[in-house]
Protein backbone atom coordinates (compact mmCIF):
# COMPACT_ATOMS: atom_id res chain seq x y z
CA UNK A 1 0.00 0.00 0.00
CA UNK A 2 1.00 3.51 -1.04
CA UNK A 3 1.68 6.11 2.23
CA UNK A 4 0.64 9.51 1.06
CA UNK A 5 2.12 11.43 3.94
CA UNK A 6 3.13 14.78 2.60
CA UNK A 7 0.50 17.71 1.08
CA UNK A 8 3.22 19.16 -1.02
CA UNK A 9 3.49 23.26 -1.92
CA UNK A 10 5.31 23.18 -5.26
CA UNK A 11 4.16 21.65 -8.43
CA UNK A 12 5.64 18.26 -9.71
CA UNK A 13 4.41 15.84 -12.15
CA UNK A 14 2.06 13.28 -10.23
CA UNK A 15 2.12 9.50 -11.43
CA UNK A 16 -1.64 9.21 -10.90
CA UNK A 17 -4.59 11.24 -9.70
CA UNK A 18 -7.15 10.79 -6.46
CA UNK A 19 -10.67 11.36 -7.20
CA UNK A 20 -12.38 11.64 -3.92
CA UNK A 21 -15.82 13.36 -2.79
CA UNK A 22 -15.75 16.29 -0.42
CA UNK A 23 -16.35 14.59 2.57
CA UNK A 24 -13.68 12.33 2.00
CA UNK A 25 -11.39 15.04 1.63
CA UNK A 26 -11.28 16.22 4.63
CA UNK A 27 -10.25 13.33 6.73
CA UNK A 28 -6.23 12.94 7.44
CA UNK A 29 -6.07 9.03 7.60
CA UNK A 30 -8.46 7.39 5.32
CA UNK A 31 -7.38 4.15 3.05
CA UNK A 32 -8.53 4.82 -0.93
CA UNK A 33 -8.09 3.58 -4.08
CA UNK A 34 -6.25 5.83 -6.60
CA UNK A 35 -7.19 6.35 -10.47
CA UNK A 36 -5.18 3.55 -11.37
CA UNK A 37 -6.35 1.13 -9.12
CA UNK A 38 -3.30 1.11 -6.96
CA UNK A 39 -4.08 0.59 -3.12
CA UNK A 40 -3.17 3.91 -0.67
CA UNK A 41 -3.56 5.20 2.38
CA UNK A 42 -3.97 8.91 3.92
CA UNK A 43 -1.80 9.80 7.13
CA UNK A 44 -1.48 13.53 6.79
CA UNK A 45 -1.50 15.94 9.11
CA UNK A 46 -4.64 16.04 11.53
CA UNK A 47 -7.54 18.81 10.13
CA UNK A 48 -5.78 18.60 6.87
CA UNK A 49 -8.57 19.56 4.06
CA UNK A 50 -7.52 18.41 0.28
CA UNK A 51 -8.60 20.54 -2.44
CA UNK A 52 -8.98 19.52 -6.26
CA UNK A 53 -5.13 19.71 -7.92
CA UNK A 54 -3.60 19.26 -4.49
CA UNK A 55 -0.22 17.04 -4.80
CA UNK A 56 0.15 14.15 -2.36
CA UNK A 57 3.36 12.52 -1.96
CA UNK A 58 4.92 9.49 -0.32
CA UNK A 59 7.98 9.10 1.91
CA UNK A 60 9.81 7.67 -1.14
CA UNK A 61 8.49 10.48 -3.81
CA UNK A 62 5.18 8.79 -5.19
CA UNK A 63 3.02 11.88 -5.93
CA UNK A 64 -0.63 11.71 -6.38
CA UNK A 65 -2.40 14.68 -7.79
CA UNK A 66 -6.48 15.04 -6.28
CA UNK A 67 -9.69 15.34 -8.28
CA UNK A 68 -12.86 16.50 -6.64
CA UNK A 69 -15.44 14.03 -7.56
CA UNK A 70 -18.43 15.50 -8.88
CA UNK A 71 -21.42 15.47 -6.42
CA UNK A 72 -25.08 16.11 -6.67
CA UNK A 73 -24.92 20.28 -5.69
CA UNK A 74 -27.61 22.34 -5.13
CA UNK A 75 -27.02 25.69 -7.07
CA UNK A 76 -28.84 29.06 -6.69
CA UNK A 77 -27.70 32.20 -8.49
CA UNK A 78 -28.58 35.43 -6.37
CA UNK A 79 -27.47 39.00 -7.83
CA UNK A 80 -29.20 40.56 -4.46
CA UNK A 81 -26.37 40.62 -2.14
CA UNK A 82 -28.53 41.04 0.85
CA UNK A 83 -30.69 38.03 -0.19
CA UNK A 84 -27.79 35.84 -1.14
CA UNK A 85 -26.10 36.83 2.52
CA UNK A 86 -29.48 35.74 4.21
CA UNK A 87 -28.98 32.75 1.98
CA UNK A 88 -25.52 32.23 3.55
CA UNK A 89 -26.84 33.06 6.61
CA UNK A 90 -29.47 30.30 7.08
CA UNK A 91 -27.20 27.75 5.33
CA UNK A 92 -25.16 28.16 7.98
CA UNK A 93 -26.95 28.36 10.52
CA UNK A 94 -27.44 24.61 10.06
CA UNK A 95 -23.55 24.11 9.53
CA UNK A 96 -24.40 23.52 6.05
CA UNK A 97 -20.46 24.37 4.08
CA UNK A 98 -21.31 25.93 1.20
CA UNK A 99 -19.09 27.38 -2.24
CA UNK A 100 -19.40 31.28 -3.31
CA UNK A 101 -18.58 31.63 -6.73
CA UNK A 102 -19.52 35.36 -6.96
CA UNK A 103 -23.31 35.79 -6.91
CA UNK A 104 -23.35 32.01 -6.99
CA UNK A 105 -24.00 29.51 -3.52
CA UNK A 106 -22.83 25.78 -3.81
CA UNK A 107 -23.78 23.26 -1.10
CA UNK A 108 -24.60 20.00 -1.21
CA UNK A 109 -27.84 18.24 -2.34
CA UNK A 110 -30.23 17.92 0.09
CA UNK A 111 -34.28 18.47 -0.76
CA UNK A 112 -34.63 20.32 2.98
CA UNK A 113 -32.42 22.78 2.18
CA UNK A 114 -33.25 23.22 -0.85
CA UNK A 115 -36.83 23.85 0.11
CA UNK A 116 -35.73 26.50 2.60
CA UNK A 117 -33.92 28.35 0.23
CA UNK A 118 -36.81 28.40 -1.74
CA UNK A 119 -38.66 29.51 0.63
CA UNK A 120 -36.82 32.45 0.68
CA UNK A 121 -37.59 33.14 -2.79
CA UNK A 122 -34.82 31.84 -4.79
CA UNK A 123 -35.03 29.29 -7.68
CA UNK A 124 -32.49 25.93 -6.98
CA UNK A 125 -30.68 24.13 -9.87
CA UNK A 126 -29.40 20.52 -9.24
CA UNK A 127 -25.92 20.04 -10.78
CA UNK A 128 -22.89 17.58 -10.40
CA UNK A 129 -19.87 19.37 -10.08
CA UNK A 130 -16.72 19.00 -7.83
CA UNK A 131 -17.10 20.66 -4.23
CA UNK A 132 -15.06 23.19 -2.86
CA UNK A 133 -16.64 24.57 -0.63
CA UNK A 134 -15.37 27.68 2.14
CA UNK A 135 -13.25 26.04 5.30
CA UNK A 136 -14.31 28.70 7.89
CA UNK A 137 -11.72 31.39 9.19
CA UNK A 138 -10.68 28.59 12.23
CA UNK A 139 -9.69 25.83 9.41
CA UNK A 140 -6.14 27.16 8.72
CA UNK A 141 -4.47 25.41 11.53
CA UNK A 142 -4.41 22.00 9.78
CA UNK A 143 -3.31 23.11 6.79
CA UNK A 144 0.78 22.58 6.60
CA UNK A 145 2.56 22.03 3.24
CA UNK A 146 5.55 19.33 3.33
Known sequence: MIR??????????????????????????????????????????????????DLLASDDGYVVQVVAAEEALSTVECPDTLLMARACYHLGNRHTPVEIIGHRIRFLRDPILDEMIEGLGLAVRVEQAGFEPETGAYAGHGHHHG
Open 4 to 53: LTDKLASPRPPATTLTLPWEARTRSRLRVVLDNGAAAGLFLERGTILRGN
